[in-house]
């Protein structure tokens, strides 16, 4: 129901009035620093995990970190698109977007293009393609409220944590649930599920998937200096994390099956 | 036609409901219609459950989370400051959803500093389940939105810039007077709802589920504000539609127009107790 | 009686006028041209003018379908738009979507399933009334392509004064300086050759019948019937037009 083109509009430069003075926080060294959200430091934001929240999709999933809040759609196994070559496994596509006001300044970054690939990576080695062949499963995630600057990253964990459980919301034939925890290094310190303001001070992140049952380990991605101890610690520490984090996963997966027998 | 009627007939008395459902999905809705009730219990006439969640997002300067039925929308506005154009250098402006260009707010409201400066209001609208009447919940969601929309207090900075004031500024510190301590709500004047109709026969169809949508085809969409004005009577194609029918639907509309107007009074008060 | 009407009987009297800046009357449209057949490599082509305003409509099909998640049982309607100057923009989008549903509506589209049939609308000359106009263009030119219809259809748009007067088919300046406009698509009348009353429905007879209704501003329900029912009678001389202009196509062609 348009009336008159608002094209002329959208040339108009705008801007985000901010705060002119910025007060940066100290890098703190300290052990008695306290994280901005009054968190242990290896303690993990409060989770809130629901299914089928989304009644058009064949599984979908809603999740709560904190302020980051992600919701995902699994749609198929369904014919593959384009006319793609024959393949004996099932495809998996997924695809991340942020909601225009999940950032500080509007419009989609680029990293989303980055993610969506990490997030495939993690979730392919889980999942079962032989189970449909010449299909498509598509991964299809909206993630808003990071109140983040620029670089999402952060947020990674909880996108793959999530798709997981909605793919076994679908039905989807994995190996395992995939489960996923990121440390950040601040200091001498090890932080466990940074929020963004965070990230920005750390000396180096470490971020695990993982299949807690089989316990093999999907992705690992490691950026910054570390030495050979402190990985292993913090390896140790993102397991554990991620054990508990499948558990909950498990539970609230039968939560729903009980809920929708009944 | 009457032949393979039979057979259906025939077959529908020996195959299940949720069977039937799906192979003869038209006349499975027939039947229920000529019962004048819907396969989710509603009468033809019926609305599903609304409601209206105003500030689920907090990095938005205003936002609302709207469900009808299954069918869920988010709205969320930023705010940006922007240089008004030559010709109308008092008026800000809505980029995202083209209804309000009816004059539902004044635009005038928007100005910050004449010629210089005006707020230009992004509208977002993300569908998070579609199960029918979309632009409904859509237009629910904007206007949720906007009345939830609260906008930043702020000041000129010695560049001329608009910089927002952050928290110790308010508290007196600062030399600099915020230019905009009244204006920071909108006022409507005339606020829009909308419902959608399903024609099929002599039946009218309120609100219809993605389902319905599917198999009966003509949809008719009435826009209304609150004195009862048309904003928009939006059909395309499908069967057509006499003047009794368009006079029931906007009949219909107008008895939805004060439920959701009451919806979302409601969850304004709500959000003005906490 | 409600102002509009009150004004409408003043004008039917002759008791007063209301300035067109072509000098027409309210209800009268502006001159109609229509040329078929122009086009050598489409299956049917039409040029359709209201006054100022020219679309060029092609048709090509029906064709085997090529779109994935087409209904196998029907035919499918595929609408392209050109204007005139510039890139696609939205509104041009929604005019697709408007054209599409409406010629969807009016094709038998159950005689060849699974195969499109594709309509591009060129744009010419842009003074008011645009959509309309490509509505009729495409009509025509299905039926230059031999495309099976149900029936025809016309196109008009209605226009509401600010001092409530019903204006048709106002130029692109009336339209910006009025408080409403609606773009309605009507049924051609039937003319059945089988003998026998016209056909009729239910509710009233079959051309009273809206196919498709946009609006651009606010107006009162009433002020909305009654352009309604203005455009109803002003589409009984479109069809008319239409009508002769497709006789005389077939007597030139045979």
């Known amino acids: 129901m348009s009336s008159k083109s608002s094209s002329t509009t959208t040339m108009i430069t705008t801007y985000s009035p901010s705060p002119t003075v910025k007060n940066r926080q ?6 008695d620093w306290a994280r901005p959200d009054k968190r242990g430091f290896h303690q993990c934001r409060p989770a809130y995990l629901n299914t089928g929240t989304v009644n058009a999709a064949s599984g979908s999933a809603y999740v709560e970190f904190g302020s980051t809040k992600v919701i995902v759609s699994v749609f198929g196994p369904r014919e593959s698109k384009k006319a793609s070559m024959y393949s004996d496994i099932g495809r998996l596509n997924c695809n991340v977007s942020y909601t225009t006001f999940a950032t500080n300044f509007r419009g989609q970054g680029t990293e989303n293009k980055e993610i969506s690939s990490m997030l495939h990576k993690a979730l392919e080695g889980a999942i079962i393609l032989e189970s449909f062949p010449k299909t498509t499963v598509d991964v299809l995630l909206w993630c808003w409220n990071p109140v983040a600057v620029s670089f999402l990253l952060c947020d990674l964990p909880v996108v793959i944590s999530c798709a997981s459980l909605a793919l076994a919301d679908a039905g989807i034939m994995m190996y395992d649930l995939v489960t996923s925890v990121s440390v950040s290094c601040l200091g001498s310190n090890l932080i466990i599920d940074p929020i963004t303001e965070e990230e ?40 554990d994390a991620c054990c508990k984090l499948g558990e909950i996963m498990r539970s609230c997966l039968k939560d729903a099956a009980a809920s929708s027998e009944s | 036609m009457g032949s393979t009627d039979g057979i259906q007939a025939d077959i529908a008395s020996e195959i299940e409901v949720d069977a039937f459902r799906r192979l003869f999905p038209l006349r499975f809705y027939e039947r229920h219609l000529s019962e004048s009730v819907r396969p989710d219990a509603r009468p033809l006439n019926k609305a599903r459950d609304t409601s209206v969640a105003l500030g689920a997002i907090s990095s938005a300067d205003g936002s609302a989370l709207v469900k009808i039925g299954h069918t869920t929308m ?3 506005i930023k705010v940006e400051v922007m240089t008004p154009s030559l010709d109308s250098p008092d008026e800000g402006c809505i980029v995202g959803f083209d209804v309000f260009s009816s004059g539902m707010i004044n635009l005038k409201e928007l100005s910050l500093i004449s010629g210089k400066a005006a707020w230009m209001l992004y509208l977002d609208v993300y569908c998070l389940d579609a199960d029918g009447a979309l632009f409904d919940a859509a237009l629910l969601a904007a206007v949720a939105a906007l009345s939830h929309l609260r906008i930043p207090v702020v000041s000129v900075n010695d560049d001329g810039r608009v910089v927002a004031m952050s928290g110790e500024h308010v508290e007196g510190k600062s030399v600099r007077e915020p230019i905009n301590r009244e204006k920071r709500k909108l006022t409507f004047s005339c606020i829009p709802f909308s419902l959608t109709c399903i024609l099929h026969q002599k039946y009218i169809l309120a609100d219809p589920t993605a389902e319905e949508e599917l198999i009966m085809e003509t949809l008719v969409t009435v826009v209304l504000d609150l004195s009862g004005r048309l904003v928009s009577l939006y059909k395309l194609g499908g069967n057509l539609a006499y003047n009794s029918t368009v006079q029931d639907c906007v009949a219909l509309t107008r008895r939805r127009v ?17 | 009686m409600n102002l509009t009407m009150a004004a409408d009987f003043a004008l039917s009297m002759g008791l007063m006028e209301i300035d067109r800046a072509d000098g027409r009357k309210p209800n009268q449209l502006r001159p109609l041209s ?20 020219t679309v060029i409509a092609a048709v090509y099909g029906p064709k085997s379908g090529k779109k994935t998640n087409e209904n196998p049982k029907k035919a499918s309607v595929e609408v392209v ?9 939205r509104d041009e989008k929604e005019y697709e979507i408007v054209v599409k549903r409406t010629l969807e509506s009016i094709c038998l589209l ?145």
């Open chain 1, 26 to 31: 100290p890098i703190i060294k300290d052990v």
């Open chain 3, 34 to 53: 229509c040329s078929h057949n122009f086009l050598n490599r489409a299956h049917g082509s039409a040029r359709w003018s209201h006054g100022d305003t």
């Open chain 2, 74 to 76: 988010l709205a969320a």
């Open chain 2, 258 to 274: 004060k439920e959701l107007h009451q919806i979302l009074n409601e969850a304004v008060s709500d959000m003005e107790v906490d």
């Open chain 3, 110 to 254: 159950t005689v060849n399933p699974s195969t499109t049939i594709s309509v591009i609308l060129q744009v010419v000359d842009d003074d008011g009334g645009l959509l309309p106009c490509a509505i009729n263009a495409a009509c025509a030119a299905l039926v230059d392509a031999g495309i099976p219809l149900k029936h025809l259809a016309v196109s008009i748009c209605c226009g509401l004064t600010e001092s409530g007067f019903v204006v048709l088919d106002p130029t692109k300046s009336e339209e910006q300086s009025l408080q409403a406009f609606t773009y309605l698509v009507f049924p051609n009348s039937f003319r059945s050759v089988l003998p026998g009353s016209p056909l009729s429905v239910e509710i009233g007879p079959f051309e009273n019948g809206i196919i498709t209704s946009t609006t651009h501003g606010v107006m009162s329900v009433e002020n909305y019937l009654f352009c309604i029912e203005r455009g109803r009678s002003a589409s009984a001389a479109l069809s008319e037009f239409l009508r002769k202009s497709l006789t005389k196509r077939n007597e030139s062609n045979s």
């Open chain 1, 200 to 239: 920005t001070y750390q000396d180096g992140s470490l971020m695990i998937t993982f299949m807690p049952s089989r316990h093999e380990v999907t992705q690992l991605t490691l950026t910054g200096e570390w030495s050979t101890p402190r990985i292993h610690e913090a390896m140790q520490l993102c397991m």
């Open chain 3, 81 to 89: 738009w050109k204007p005139n100057t510039g890139h696609i923009g």
